[in-house]
């Protein structure tokens, strides 16, 4: 970013853009995802997954081992987005102010003046979340829920579009902190990597026997189109018998687990789906949408007393609520 964008902007949002045609729509995604399996082999689905929770206005959780690709795949995203792109590597040490900002005095105009901290982007990299301490973490707590800061009384809107993309390393457990509840709920999908096949991996070896992908990468889309398609989405059709559909699910999950589904989820459930209608090609939602979105919208949200993965109970939800 530039010194004059690395100001928060703090005049009226302008208005909203026109919403893409459904075929526009379709079109957009599938140029995106094209542009970044150019430097990701082998992960369509997961770069669906973080278009469904940019066009759903959400935040992504990305688990898994290191060296799979999870920071690579955020970088290509952003790179055909042509958006702005910031990092934050987070730390035992990192502190709530170096991700949102801090208040400096600046002796010539003897007051104060915000100096912006990186989680101002479109596009913001929390890299191994799971290494900083809660205090830190719930940093992210205001903006990934409201897309602004608030320092010292002032509000700050965060740029828009914007989404955090966070991930975590899940094989170090007793060197890392477990993410608050109130985080985690606030992370509207949550997703895997895996390893590659073994022809997956044999290409991107051959793809990175040089320089790597990522710096020759170009947009092909821009910040105004993913405005335009957040409009498309938004206009999608969500019927009553769908909604109770999803009502039904939630309450399902809160009879079998001591934690299930918010509110909150039920609402990303329901976006999600809508952005999934318009990949396609529909402009209202079936249930087949809310069951293609639910594990990966819902699973992280579900906690047992057991060892059941919440995803199984959010599986077994969608086999035994019938659909009405």
């Given at each position: 970013?530039?010194?004059?964008?690395?100001?928060?902007?703090?005049?009226?949002?302008?208005?909203?853009?026109?919403?893409?045609?459904?075929?526009?729509?379709?079109?957009?995604?599938?140029?995106?995802?094209?542009?970044?399996?150019?430097?990701?082999?082998?992960?369509?689905?997961?770069?669906?997954?973080?278009?469904v929770?940019?066009?759903?206005?959400?935040?992504?959780?990305?688990?898994?081992?290191?060296?799979?690709g999870?920071?690579?795949?955020?970088?290509?995203?952003?790179?055909?987005?042509?958006?702005?792109?910031?990092?934050?590597?987070?730390?035992?040490?990192?502190?709530?102010?170096?991700?949102?900002?801090?208040?400096?005095?600046?002796?010539?105009?003897?007051?104060?003046?915000?100096?912006?901290?990186?989680?101002?982007?479109?596009v913001?990299?929390?890299?191994e979340?799971?290494?900083?301490?809660?205090?830190?973490?719930?940093?992210?707590?205001?903006?990934?829920?409201?897309?602004?800061?608030?320092?010292?009384?002032?509000?700050?809107?965060?740029?828009?579009?914007?989404?955090?993309?966070?991930?975590?390393?899940?094989?170090?457990?007793?060197?890392?902190?477990?993410?608050?509840?109130?985080?985690?709920?606030?992370?509207?999908?949550?997703?895997?990597?895996?390893?590659?096949?073994?022809?997956?991996?044999?290409?991107?070896?051959?793809?990175?026997?040089?320089?790597?992908?990522?710096?020759?990468?170009?947009?092909?889309?821009?910040?105004?189109?993913?405005?335009?398609?957040?409009?498309?989405?938004?206009?999608?059709?969500?019927?009553?018998?769908v909604?109770?559909?999803?009502?039904r699910?939630?309450?399902?999950?809160?009879?079998?687990?001591?934690?299930?589904v918010?509110?909150?989820?039920?609402?990303?459930?329901?976006?999600?789906?809508?952005v999934?209608?318009?990949?396609?090609?529909?402009?209202?939602?079936?249930?087949?949408?809310?069951?293609?979105?639910?594990p990966?919208?819902?699973?992280?949200?579900?906690?047992?007393?057991?060892?059941?993965?919440?995803?199984?109970?959010?599986?077994?939800?969608?086999?035994?609520?019938?659909?009405?």
């Amino acid at each position: 970013m530039t010194d004059a964008d690395a100001v928060p902007d703090t005049e009226p949002r302008e208005e909203e853009p026109t919403p893409l045609d459904l075929d526009e729509a379709a079109e957009l995604t599938s140029r995106i995802i094209d542009n970044v399996e150019r430097v990701i082999v082998g992960q369509p689905d997961a770069i669906e997954h973080i278009l469904v929770t940019l066009f759903a206005r959400g935040n992504l959780l990305l688990e898994d081992v290191p060296g799979v690709g999870k920071t690579m795949l955020a970088r290509a995203v952003a790179t055909s987005l042509d958006c702005s792109f910031n990092r934050v590597q987070f730390t035992p040490d990192l502190l709530p102010s170096d991700v949102t900002g801090v208040s400096v005095f600046n002796e010539k105009t003897r007051e104060f003046e915000f100096q912006p901290g990186p989680v101002f982007g479109n596009v913001v990299l929390g890299d191994e979340i799971n290494r900083a301490p809660p205090k830190t973490q719930a940093a992210l707590l205001e903006v990934m829920s409201e897309q602004q800061v608030t320092v010292d009384g002032e509000t700050y809107p965060v740029p828009d579009p914007f989404i955090v993309i966070a991930t975590q390393n899940d094989v170090e457990p007793g060197r890392t902190y477990e993410l608050p509840v109130a985080e985690v709920d606030r992370f509207t999908k949550k997703i895997r990597l895996g390893y590659p096949d073994e022809a997956e991996e044999t290409e991107l070896l051959g793809r990175l026997t040089g320089k790597h992908p990522i710096e020759s990468l170009d947009p092909v889309a821009s910040v105004e189109d993913v405005r335009r398609a957040r409009e498309t989405v938004a206009g999608v059709t969500v019927r009553e018998p769908v909604r109770s559909y999803i009502t039904r699910l939630a309450g399902y999950t809160r009879d079998h687990a001591r934690l299930g589904v918010s509110p909150r989820g039920a609402i990303a459930l329901v976006r999600t789906s809508q952005v999934r209608a318009v990949f396609e090609g529909r402009d209202y939602v079936i249930p087949d949408d809310v069951q293609t979105e639910a594990p990966t919208v819902w699973g992280h949200r579900v906690r047992t007393d057991t060892d059941v993965d919440g995803t199984a109970i959010v599986e077994r939800a969608l086999e035994e609520v019938a659909v009405e």
